[in-house]
């Protein structure tokens, strides 16, 4: 079992830069590959990014290649996004994921065990 909690969402203009921060708790946390996901309200949950155990390996949807970047700190437990060039389309809620199922991150909603509560990013234009 381990439980996540997202920080960092707000509201910035477009052109922007946002961090999410994601905590771990209550298991190894580097036994977890860990992935981002974005909601808007009536659409289905999208993958945007993920990262392998070990954050040897991280890929990016199409969306945010070259502007979102993934990263880890195993031994703080916590997966951060950094989101570069923030755009109105970006405006969403964000959530981490964690599937101990894979060593690298799946793009699939339903290969991840456990979520967080989501935060909310909001790009103005």
């Known amino acids: 079992q381990v439980q996540l909690v997202e920080s960092g969402g707000g509201l910035v203009q477009s052109g922007g830069s946002l961090r999410l921060s994601c905590a771990a708790s209550g298991h190894t946390f580097s036994t977890y590959a860990m992935g981002w996901f974005r909601q808007a309200p009536g659409k289905e949950r999208e993958f945007i990014a993920g990262i392998s155990r070990s954050g040897g390996s991280t890929s990016n949807a199409a969306s945010v290649s070259g502007r979102f970047t993934v990263s880890r700190d195993n031994a703080k437990n916590t997966v951060y996004l950094q989101m570069n060039s923030l755009k109105p389309e970006d405006t969403d809620v964000y959530y981490c994921?964690?599937?101990?199922?894979?060593?690298?991150?799946?793009?699939?909603?339903?290969?991840?065990?456990?979520w967080g509560q989501g935060t909310q990013v909001t790009v103005s234009s």
């Open positions: 994921a964690a599937t101990i199922r894979w060593q690298v991150p799946p793009t699939l909603r339903s290969e991840y065990n456990y």
